[in-house]
């Protein structure tokens, strides 16, 4: 999987699930899709390979990464010896991909499947265009692991057509699309449906990113989608009750779930300075100004605007709890959240966790006065800032000791 559409996309708070789990969802809408069975043994693997029959399988690696192929995480094999010896080779290793760091991620699960003839690879993504406000179908003829260069390359192999969410994906568009695709008439009345069906998931599975890479053409002229990501935005999760209970913690960072646990919008981040705010886009601002300042954020927090001491004192634990964070940056605008709330949870934070780095805060609005007047009589150096241009000059003050 590639994770090309993923960069197109409307960045926002999505979820992921695995190939496996998102195969599971296209069959239900008569998707064609390998036959495989997810396992988590080498023993498993081995019997999953001999139920499905063959003399050809396909060994996956389960993480949320794309790129599994570049990295060795998908093992073609002709033998059940092979199977075996593939899953032993996968399976409680970390797998580096392009798209995981070089950390890596551990494989905990296998998706094996049966092999299949292919004589043409396409690359399908659906998602939402930033430019447009809609969404957007996009195919290429020069589908596989190499679509990024394709991308870059020869954008002119990529076509796009853009779905009015209320008219829906039109025929006429598909129609178009296959043309250019250059696909024969038994493979367009199989596409035009495929087409359909995928838009029916993306739309009714309220889905922020659906991929394929590769959708295979087979020399009977069928369509397969050997390989698919589906991301799921995560405000729609209140009525996706099924697509929630998909979620894999163990591939998520601990932080970022123990956050969603306390209501909290966590996302690590790779820099220095730790940051706390509330709204997205007073976080965003904040995100500018510290690469501003020369340095880089280690996170996205914002603890909302109706949150709690409690919430408050949560959140600066889990900031805490990330070993790259040398500075930390408050920035609160206080309308629903007071400043002297936000304090009270600030000073019960830093005396439980006996902080010892520099907290630089700036609060804005409601009680301002009473919560700045909290952290100058509590004993603790904070660096008190007044506006965003001294916000920045307290955080390189700060970064310099």
């Known amino acids: ?4 559409a993923e960069r197109c996309a409307v960045e926002e708070l999505c979820m992921n699930i695995h190939e496996y789990q998102g195969k599971a969802i296209l069959r239900n809408y008569a998707v064609p899709v390998p036959k495989g ?25 389960q993480i949320h990464a794309g790129g599994r192929g570049k990295g060795g995480g998908i093992r073609v094999v002709s033998s059940l010896s092979e199977v075996e010896e593939a899953a032993a080779q996968l399976l409680g290793h970390r797998l580096v991909t392009p798209q995981t760091g070089a950390e890596g991620q551990e494989v905990r699960r296998l998706l094996v499947e049966a092999g299949c003839e292919i004589t043409r690879e396409l690359y399908c993504g659906l998602l939402v265009d930033r430019s447009t406000a809609q969404p957007v179908l996009m195919l290429s003829s020069a589908g596989g692991m190499d679509i990024e260069e394709v991308a870059v390359q020869t954008p002119d192999k990529i076509f796009r057509e853009s779905i009015d969410m209320v008219v829906g994906l039109a025929p006429f568009q598909v129609r178009r699309l296959a043309l250019q695709l250059e696909l024969s008439e038994a493979e367009q009345q199989a596409f035009s ?5 995928l838009y029916k998931v993306f739309r009714e599975k309220d889905c922020s990113l659906l991929e394929i890479n590769p959708l295979v053409v087979t020399p009977g002229e069928e369509l397969l989608a050997l390989d698919v990501k589906l991301q799921f ?24 779930v123990e956050a969603l646990a306390h209501n909290l919008n966590y996302i690590k981040l790779s820099g220095n300075v730790g940051c706390i705010v509330n709204g997205a886009g007073l976080a965003m601002a904040t995100l500018d100004l510290i690469q501003h300042a020369g340095a880089s954020a280690a996170n996205f927090l914002d603890v909302s605007g109706g949150a709690t001491s409690e919430m408050v004192e949560k959140a600066f634990r889990i900031l805490m709890s990330d070993p790259e964070v040398e500075v930390v940056l408050i920035n609160i605008f206080g309308g629903i959240l007071r400043c002297d709330v936000f304090a009270e949870g600030l000073l019960q934070a830093v005396r439980t966790l006996q902080v010892k780095i520099p907290v630089v805060v700036r609060m804005e609005g409601t009680n301002v006065e009473q919560g700045q007047r909290l952290l100058n009589e509590s004993g603790f150096n904070f660096l008190l800032a007044n506006g965003m241009a001294d916000t920045e000059q307290k955080v390189i003050q700060a970064l310099q000791g």
Do not use: H, I, Y
């Open 193 to 197: 449906t495929l087409m359909q069906s």
């Open 233 to 256: 935005d995560d405000n729609a999760l209140f009525r996706q009750r099924d697509v929630a209970d998909l979620r894999d913690t163990d591939e998520e960072d601990p932080l970022e």
């Open 37 to 61: 069975e997810m396992v988590t043994s080498c023993q498993a693997a081995r019997q999953a390979a001999e139920a499905l029959g063959g003399s050809k399988w396909v060994v996956k690696a």
């Open 1 to 4: 999987m590639s994770g090309f």
